[in-house]
Every structure is written in C-alpha cells, then in structure tokens.
C-alpha cells in the first residue's frame, strides 16, 4: 500500500486546510484510515480515524470540533479537514492505514504510513 499526504502549507490562527491522502496498491476500502501529526522534538501523536467504510470516526481531544476526517472510497483518499487552526497544531501530519477494523489511536496498529505533510500555523 502507498499512501501519499498533500496539502500542508503556512497559514495563519484560525484559518482552514484541507489535508489529503491518496492510497493505492491495495482496496483502499478494506482499509481503517487515520491521520497522526508529530510536532519537533515530541513523539508522534493521535489525530483522527475513520472506518472502512467512513461510518464512524474518532478524535483526539485536542482537536474534536475543529477537525473532520472523512473518506471518498471511490477515489481512494483520505481527508482531514482543519478549522480554526492554532500555533499548536504546528506538526508534521502523516495518513496512515491499518487493516484492523479497530478504530485504534496507537500508532503500533498502523502497518502503512505515507511520507508526511507540513502544517505550519503561525501566531
């Protein structure tokens, strides 16, 4: 499976982006999807996830109600939609895949990362 993130860039507090993340070499559907960030010098941590099939999700506290992660199976791509962005969510954002219907937040559970994509909220 390769897994590719786009759509990282600079923005200011309180502005939006929209994170995507493209899967092939694999029924991107068998797949739980998730997206992690990991900031300078901290470990990498939980995001979102979404099942299979894009009927339940799952946050981290940090970012319930300002983010939204949904699927497109049928274009074979993952989103993270960020709202009112803030200084912390400075990160590098990474998609991940499991093929564990589990809806875990560890990372361990993940088998399939894509190369990460630079999110830079400025104060």
């Known amino acids: 499976v390769q897994l590719q993130a786009s759509g990282g860039g600079l923005v200011q507090t309180g502005a939006s982006l929209r994170l995507s993340c493209a899967g092939s070499?694999?029924?991107?559907?068998?797949?739980?999807m998730g997206w992690f960030r990991q900031a300078p010098g901290k470990e990498r941590e939980f995001v979102a996830t979404?099942?299979?099939?894009?009927?339940?999700?799952r946050y981290d506290d940090s970012v319930t109600g300002r983010f939204t992660i949904s699927r497109d199976n049928a274009e074979n791509t993952v989103y993270l939609h960020m709202n009112s962005l803030k200084p912390e969510d400075t990160a590098v954002y990474y998609c991940?895949?499991?093929?564990?219907?589990?809806?875990?937040?560890?990372?361990?559970?993940?088998?399939?990362w894509g190369q990460g994509t630079l999110v830079t909220v400025s104060s």
């Open positions: 991940a895949a499991r093929t564990m219907e589990n809806m875990s937040a560890s990372r361990y559970a993940y088998t399939y």
């Open positions: 070499g694999r029924a991107f559907s068998s797949l739980g």
């Open positions: 979404i099942s299979r099939r894009g009927g339940t999700t």
